[in-house]
């Protein structure tokens, strides 16, 4: 059998460059969502595993939808919104942070390397920021490999 020929299964590092993580972006619609969607008039580009939702502020992302995100298959997740003091809803990035905080200490329990979470501040006009934030995301959790969560039991 030829070198090209070995399964994944038989050779580890045939799998991990193979592994094409899923990674889920809460992104705020004044700040981060514009800043992709300049990214994409700018026709800068960044890896297609990033699914991006849409949320009006980052302080509505509840925990639950973090959590359910990994549960549900996500390799990483990411909350970007506007910088700190430039929230449209006054504190609602404030709010993110604290949450982040909080799920970067829970989400061990569930079998989630908390560095899989991270909370990004890109302004309206960084669509290049945005475009280095998504690739450079994407190649450190190819680096960290498959979620485990989505193979084990919720419950």
Same mark, same amino acid.
């Given at each position: 059998m030829e070198p090209s020929q070995a399964s994944p299964a038989k050779n580890p590092s045939l799998?991990?460059?193979?592994?094409?993580?899923? @990674?889920?972006a809460f992104v705020c619609n004044w700040c981060t969502y514009t800043a992709a969607d300049l990214a994409g008039t700018?026709? @800068?580009?960044?890896?297609?595993?990033?699914? @991006?939702?849409?949320?009006?502020?980052?302080?509505m992302v509840d925990p639950q939808y973090v959590i359910k995100a990994f549960l549900e298959g996500a390799d990483a997740v990411l909350?970007?919104?506007?910088?700190?003091?430039?929230?449209?809803?006054i504190n609602g990035n404030y709010k993110a942070r604290r949450r982040i905080l909080l799920l970067k200490q829970i989400l061990p329990r569930f079998g989630i390397d908390a560095k899989r979470l991270r909370l990004t501040w890109i302004g309206a006009s960084d669509?290049?920021?945005?475009?280095?934030?998504?690739?450079?995301?994407?190649?450190d959790i190819k680096e960290i490999g498959p979620c485990q969560a989505r193979l084990q039991p919720a419950i």
């Open positions: 799998a991990k460059d193979a592994f094409e993580p899923v @990674l889920i700018s026709r @800068l580009t960044y890896p297609d595993n990033v699914r @991006l939702v849409r949320v009006m502020c980052t302080g909350v970007s919104g506007c910088h700190p003091g430039d929230c449209h809803y669509g290049i920021e945005f475009a280095r934030t998504m690739t450079r995301f994407v190649k």
